[in-house]
């Protein structure tokens, strides 16, 4: 905290943080900004609330903002763990691996039983192709907890890379179950109809998961454009390149068409969307 605040102006600080937490806790993220960016403007070194910021920023989508949010808050409080592996995985999700890794493993230094950070370390590994290392990685947070959702995918992935087949079924197929309980509870979850038929779709069942993305297109909502689900991120961009994938590859070719369109629409400049356009349309 900035040493000349009064008691007075600490508190109304500390009141607007609170003010925005709970806002984030209905989803209005927004709002929550607003308020959050209220308490710094009283308190410019008030890190809690820059880290906040970080998080409130991811929500949206918005993660360089993010990135640079958790950054200011490590400048003012380098010993927070939680900053740490914010920034990290922020990075990770911008493509800046060496730094993501840096901060995870120093955010793990901190706090060696923070084993939800090896799933984060494990999806660095798998996007920047190392395998192995994806793998033991996943293995290790799954130890920990056998419900990561994060590190049992990542496994998935990184099995049927190496074409362990019959392995990477097997995670997919824990994918789906553990979905599938939490869209029991609640029908309308987005997400984990996402990774349902993102799981589906690796295990070349097409038709399920054209059926499960096709959900999480139609239960999205005008106001999340960026969906946080058990530390994995995707955009309602994703959702429409995934379910052009799984349509193309269940012979739906006009739909699949229709959906990689409407990805591009909202995201022109992503290499990968251009790439999956390109195979549909031969």
């Known amino acids: 905290m900035a040493p000349n605040l009064t008691i007075e102006e600490r508190d109304e600080a500390n009141q607007h943080l609170d003010r925005s937490i709970s806002f984030a806790f209905t989803g209005k993220y927004d709002l929550a900004i607003e308020a959050v960016k209220k308490a710094i403007q009283i308190d410019p070194e008030f890190a809690q609330a820059y880290n906040k910021l970080g998080d409130y920023y ?55 039983d923070h084993y939800e950070i090896y799933s984060h370390i494990a999806r660095i590994s798998y996007e920047r192709g190392m395998h192995s290392e994806a793998i033991e990685n996943a293995k290790k947070g799954l130890f920990a907890n056998e419900n990561d959702v994060m590190a049992r995918f990542t496994l998935a992935c990184a099995y049927l890379a190496q074409g362990y ?47 499960n993305l096709q959900r999480a297109v139609d239960y999205d909502t005008e106001a999340v454009d960026y969906h946080y689900s058990f530390g994995m991120l995707y955009s309602d961009a994703d959702a429409f390149c995934a379910l052009a994938e799984a349509q193309f590859a269940a012979g739906m070719l006009e739909q699949a068409k229709e959906n990689i369109n409407k990805a591009l629409a909202l995201l022109p400049e992503s290499a990968r969307f251009q790439k999956v356009k390109k195979t549909i349309y031969g």
């Open 58 to 112: 991811v929500r949206k989508g918005m993660n360089k903002e993010a990135a640079s949010a958790y950054r200011t808050s490590l400048e003012l409080d380098d010993n927070n763990e939680n900053s740490h592996f914010d920034y990290g995985c922020t990075l990770a999700s911008l493509g800046d691996y060496d730094l993501a890794m840096h901060e995870l493993e120093k955010a793990l230094q901190m706090k060696p």
């Open 165 to 211: 087949t019959n392995n990477a079924y097997e995670n997919f197929s824990r994918v789906v179950e553990r979905y599938s309980e939490l869209v029991k509870v609640k029908t309308r979850f987005a997400e984990g109809h996402y990774y349902i038929g993102r799981a589906y779709f690796f295990m070349e069942k097409y038709k399920l998961a054209v059926e």
